[in-house]
């Protein structure tokens, strides 16, 4: 199965020979038949399974180490990144998701990433602030998202405070 990448805000991001979609308008629609999900640009239709899909976030987070984005995690160096984020398809099959959730999960995290992308791409690309725009809704954005998940937040905060704590006095009592 080839890697799948998309040029996602990165003029010098390489171009590979089996890139996903090249820019323009993003369509997308899922086909229930074969748990594929299909995207079309504005010259071509593309088919991807949810493991391109899979490669294309591990591929993205592993580009994403060297761009200095805050909240990026680098260790431990021999994981994947995928795994180090904890949305590996074992992982959140251990947490029971199941198999066609993670793929709900991995479209999504393409679909929503790409398409916001490349709608703030078409609607600004007459602008002369481009980037001074394009920053200021990106951290709107970030803040709807973080407002969006805070209660969440808060009680994932406890539980990972609360199996940290687990996890230390297991090793206590077997030190």
């Known amino acids: 199965m080839g890697r799948a990448s998309f040029e996602f805000g990165s003029e010098q991001r390489q171009r590979r020979k089996d890139n996903v979609l090249v820019g323009g ?45 805050p909240g990026v995690i680098l260790t431990p160096e021999n994981k994947p990144p995928i795994n180090r984020y904890g949305i590996d398809r074992l992982t959140l099959r251990k947490a029971n998701v199941d198999d066609a959730d993670v793929n709900r999960i991995y479209r999504a995290l393409f679909v929503y990433s790409v398409g916001f992308y490349e709608l703030i791409k078409k609607v600004l690309s007459h602008t002369e602030k481009k980037y001074t725009v394009i920053t200021s809704i990106w951290k709107v954005f970030a803040i709807l998202l973080e407002y969006c998940c805070r209660t969440d937040y808060r009680l994932l905060i406890q539980a990972i405070s609360k199996e940290h704590k687990e996890e230390l006095d297991h090793l206590d009592k077997a030190y």
């Open 25 to 69: 308008d993003l369509t997308v629609a899922q086909s229930t038949r074969n748990n594929k999900t299909r995207f079309a640009s504005k010259d071509r239709q593309v088919q991807m399974s949810p493991k391109v899909l899979e490669n294309w976030i591990d591929e993205t987070l592993q580009d994403a180490e060297h761009l200095d984005i």
